[in-house]
C-alpha cells in the first residue's frame, strides 16, 4: 500500500491507522504561530462508523488504502441481510441492510448498485445518483398555484416522505436524489406517458 505525507491526505481518502480503515471526511490545514505545520482530520471508521479527530504534520507516513469497487445487483432481503450478485461472476454476497441507512428504502430490485472492497472484505454500498420512485400520497393540486411558492409533503411507494413542487400529483413518478434524499424532477417517461392519457 502507497504510504502518503501526512499533509497529502484529501477528503474520501481510505486510511489504514490504528488498526482500522477509516474514510478522511474533513480536514483542516493548520499553520500554528509556533511550531510546523500540521492537518487536523476527522476521519471516519468504515468497520463501526466510529469517528476520530487526528492530527498528522507533514513528517507523519500514513498508509492509503485503495478500495476496489464492484458493480452489483441487488436480488432481495432475507432477515435483516441484503443479497447483492456479482454479474460477471454470479457470485453472491450479504450485507447487512443497515449499511445503506436511512437510504434503505431506495434500494430496488434489480438495481444495480457500487460496492466498495478491501481485499475480499464487502466495506461500503452506494445507490446511483437519482432512483425513479411512485408518489402514493400527496394533496391534490390547487389551480393557480405555481411551483415557487412552496413544496408540500409526499408519501412514496417506498414508504419514505419527501417534499415535492405544488404541481406533482399523486401516481407520478419522480425522481429523488439518493445523496440528498430530496425530489429532484419529474421522470421524463411519466410526463410522456400522461401526455397520451390526457
Not at 505525507?5 to 499553520?31: C, F, T, Y
Not at 472492497?117 to 437519482?130: D, F, G, I, Q
Request: net charge negative; proline share 5%.
Amino acid at each position: 500500500m502507497p504510504k502518503i505525507n501526512g499533509n497529502e491526505i484529501r477528503m474520501g481518502n481510505i486510511l489504514e491507522h490504528n488498526g482500522g480503515l477509516w474514510v478522511a471526511v474533513k480536514i483542516d490545514h493548520v499553520k500554528p504561530g509556533k511550531g510546523g505545520a500540521f492537518a487536523q482530520v476527522e476521519m471516519k471508521n468504515l468497520r463501526n462508523g466510529s469517528k476520530l479527530n487526528e492530527r498528522f504534520r507533514s513528517a507523519d507516513k500514513v498508509e492509503k488504502v485503495r478500495l476496489e469497487q464492484k458493480d452489483q445487483q441487488f436480488l432481495y432481503e432475507n432477515d435483516g441481510m441484503l443479497v447483492f450478485m456479482d454479474n460477471d461472476t454470479f457470485e453472491q454476497i450479504e450485507l447487512p441492510a443497515d449499511i445503506l441507512g436511512e437510504r434503505r428504502p431506495l434500494l430496488q430490485d434489480g438495481m444495480i448498485i457500487k460496492i466498495e472492497y478491501h481485499e475480499s472484505e464487502a466495506l461500503s454500498a452506494s445507490l446511483p445518483t437519482k432512483v425513479v420512485c411512485k408518489i402514493v400520497e400527496t394533496e391534490p393540486v390547487v389551480k393557480g398555484q405555481t411551483a415557487a411558492n412552496s413544496f408540500k409533503p409526499a408519501v412514496l411507494d417506498n414508504g419514505l416522505r419527501i417534499m415535492v413542487p405544488p404541481f406533482i400529483e399523486q401516481d407520478t413518478d419522480i425522481i429523488v436524489h439518493t445523496e440528498t434524499m430530496e425530489y429532484s424532477e419529474r421522470d421524463k417517461n411519466s410526463i410522456i406517458l400522461s401526455s397520451f392519457v390526457d
